[in-house]
Nanobody
Framework: QVQLVESGGGLVQVGGSLRVSCAASGGTLRSYHMGWFRQAPGKEREFVAAISRSGGRTYYADSVKGRFTISRDNATNTMYLQMNSLKAEDAAVYFC?????????????????WGQGTQVTVSS
Protein backbone atom coordinates (compact mmCIF):
# COMPACT_ATOMS: atom_id res chain seq x y z
CA GLN A 1 0.00 0.00 0.00
CA VAL A 2 1.48 3.31 -1.06
CA GLN A 3 1.79 6.25 1.31
CA LEU A 4 1.73 9.78 -0.07
CA VAL A 5 3.15 12.91 1.53
CA GLU A 6 2.71 16.38 0.07
CA SER A 7 5.10 19.25 0.65
CA GLY A 8 5.90 22.68 -0.71
CA GLY A 9 2.76 24.57 0.18
CA GLY A 10 2.96 28.04 1.63
CA LEU A 11 2.08 31.68 1.25
CA VAL A 12 2.44 33.36 -2.12
CA GLN A 13 1.22 36.61 -3.60
CA VAL A 14 -1.29 36.83 -6.43
CA GLY A 15 0.58 36.33 -9.67
CA GLY A 16 3.33 34.36 -7.98
CA SER A 17 4.46 30.77 -8.39
CA LEU A 18 4.72 27.74 -6.17
CA ARG A 19 5.62 24.11 -6.67
CA VAL A 20 4.11 21.39 -4.54
CA SER A 21 5.48 17.88 -4.39
CA CYS A 22 4.08 14.47 -3.58
CA ALA A 23 6.48 11.81 -2.36
CA ALA A 24 5.43 8.17 -2.40
CA SER A 25 6.68 5.38 -0.20
CA GLY A 26 5.68 1.78 0.38
CA GLY A 27 4.97 1.29 -3.29
CA THR A 28 6.15 2.08 -6.78
CA LEU A 29 4.70 5.30 -8.13
CA ARG A 30 4.77 4.04 -11.70
CA SER A 31 2.03 1.58 -10.79
CA TYR A 32 -0.48 4.39 -10.37
CA HIS A 33 -2.19 7.08 -12.29
CA MET A 34 -1.79 10.18 -10.14
CA GLY A 35 -3.84 13.27 -9.52
CA TRP A 36 -3.90 16.56 -7.70
CA PHE A 37 -7.06 17.78 -6.04
CA ARG A 38 -7.78 20.81 -3.89
CA GLN A 39 -10.29 21.78 -1.28
CA ALA A 40 -11.08 25.27 -0.11
CA PRO A 41 -13.00 25.97 3.12
CA GLY A 42 -16.69 25.24 2.72
CA LYS A 43 -16.22 23.71 -0.72
CA GLU A 44 -16.05 20.21 -2.09
CA ARG A 45 -12.78 18.64 -3.09
CA GLU A 46 -12.18 19.36 -6.75
CA PHE A 47 -10.01 17.97 -9.51
CA VAL A 48 -6.97 20.02 -10.50
CA ALA A 49 -4.75 17.82 -12.67
CA ALA A 50 -3.94 14.20 -13.44
CA ILE A 51 -1.10 12.32 -15.06
CA SER A 52 -0.92 8.83 -16.49
CA ARG A 53 1.40 6.15 -15.15
CA SER A 54 4.13 6.86 -17.66
CA GLY A 55 3.67 10.60 -17.56
CA GLY A 56 2.81 10.65 -21.23
CA ARG A 57 -0.68 12.01 -20.76
CA THR A 58 -1.72 14.95 -18.63
CA TYR A 59 -5.13 16.42 -17.87
CA TYR A 60 -6.17 19.71 -16.32
CA ALA A 61 -9.23 21.40 -14.95
CA ASP A 62 -10.25 24.34 -17.11
CA SER A 63 -9.61 26.70 -14.20
CA VAL A 64 -5.89 25.90 -14.11
CA LYS A 65 -5.14 25.05 -17.74
CA GLY A 66 -2.22 27.07 -19.03
CA ARG A 67 -1.09 28.05 -15.51
CA PHE A 68 -0.41 24.73 -13.77
CA THR A 69 1.82 21.88 -14.88
CA ILE A 70 1.69 18.36 -13.48
CA SER A 71 4.72 16.11 -13.80
CA ARG A 72 6.17 13.00 -12.26
CA ASP A 73 9.53 11.37 -11.77
CA ASN A 74 8.96 7.66 -11.40
CA ALA A 75 12.64 7.08 -10.68
CA THR A 76 12.38 9.09 -7.47
CA ASN A 77 8.74 8.22 -6.71
CA THR A 78 7.77 11.88 -6.78
CA MET A 79 5.03 13.90 -8.45
CA TYR A 80 4.92 17.66 -8.82
CA LEU A 81 2.48 20.45 -9.47
CA GLN A 82 4.02 23.67 -10.72
CA MET A 83 1.61 26.53 -10.18
CA ASN A 84 2.16 29.83 -11.95
CA SER A 85 0.15 33.03 -12.17
CA LEU A 86 -1.62 32.12 -8.97
CA LYS A 87 -4.98 33.66 -8.25
CA ALA A 88 -6.79 34.24 -4.97
CA GLU A 89 -9.23 31.47 -5.91
CA ASP A 90 -6.39 28.94 -6.10
CA ALA A 91 -6.00 29.08 -2.32
CA ALA A 92 -6.85 25.69 -0.86
CA VAL A 93 -5.43 22.56 0.66
CA TYR A 94 -3.84 20.57 -2.15
CA PHE A 95 -3.96 16.79 -2.05
CA CYS A 96 -2.18 14.22 -4.14
CA UNK A 97 -3.88 10.94 -4.89
CA UNK A 98 -3.10 7.63 -6.53
CA UNK A 99 -5.39 5.50 -8.65
CA UNK A 100 -4.88 1.79 -9.13
CA UNK A 101 -7.18 1.08 -12.06
CA UNK A 102 -6.27 1.18 -15.72
CA UNK A 103 -7.98 4.42 -16.73
CA UNK A 104 -7.33 7.99 -15.68
CA UNK A 105 -10.36 9.54 -14.03
CA UNK A 106 -11.04 12.92 -12.51
CA UNK A 107 -13.33 12.43 -9.53
CA UNK A 108 -12.05 12.05 -5.96
CA UNK A 109 -13.87 8.78 -5.36
CA UNK A 110 -11.95 7.17 -8.23
CA UNK A 111 -8.68 7.44 -6.31
CA UNK A 112 -7.52 4.83 -3.85
CA UNK A 113 -4.78 6.52 -1.83
CA TRP A 114 -4.47 10.06 -0.54
CA GLY A 115 -1.94 12.28 1.13
CA GLN A 116 -2.72 14.54 4.07
CA GLY A 117 -2.61 17.72 2.02
CA THR A 118 -0.53 20.87 1.93
CA GLN A 119 -1.92 24.38 2.39
CA VAL A 120 -1.55 26.93 -0.37
CA THR A 121 -2.42 30.49 0.60
CA VAL A 122 -2.58 33.25 -1.99
CA SER A 123 -2.52 36.82 -0.76
CA SER A 124 -3.61 39.86 -2.71
Amino acid sequence: QVQLVESGGGLVQVGGSLRVSCAASGGTLRSYHMGWFRQAPGKEREFVAAISRSGGRTYYADSVKGRFTISRDNATNTMYLQMNSLKAEDAAVYFCAARVSATVLFTPDAYNYWGQGTQVTVSS
